[in-house]
């Protein structure tokens, strides 16, 4: 079994910054792709950002410039830094990640999500 757990979440105001974590734990061989979706309140889940094993990163339009995501491939850890944060950023943050398990399945897998609020 696989665990996805985010923290960092919280209250800021509109220019503020903040850093989220998520870490994978379990049974897992090897993580690869990971990713930051963000689901607004009444809209749909959309992409932020995401990274391969290797470090390369992609980011949406809206956070270009703005956002950083990393990783430390040795704790199966991503983060994602949030700068000049706006009040469009609002939303519940989830992490994902696809894993190659010990019982050799490649399967995605979520985390429960944390809410960030940027106050205008």
């Known amino acids: 079994q696989v665990q996805l757990v985010e923290s960092g979440g919280g209250l800021v105001q509109s220019g503020g910054s903040l850093r989220l974590s998520c870490t994978a734990s379990g049974s897992i061989i090897t993580v690869y792709d990971m990713g930051w979706y963000r689901q607004p309140p009444g809209k749909q889940r959309e992409l932020v950002a995401t990274i391969t094993n290797g470090g390369r990163t992609n980011y949406t339009d809206s956070t270009k410039g703005r956002f950083t995501m990393s990783r430390d491939n040795a704790k199966n850890t991503v983060h994602l830094e949030m700068n000049n944060l706006k009040p469009d950023d609002t939303a519940v943050y989830y992490c994902?990640?696809?894993?190659?398990?010990?019982?050799?399945?490649?399967?995605?897998?979520w985390g429960q999500g944390t809410q960030v609020t940027v106050s205008s």
């Open positions: 994902s990640a696809w894993v190659l398990g010990q019982d050799y399945f490649y399967t995605d897998h």
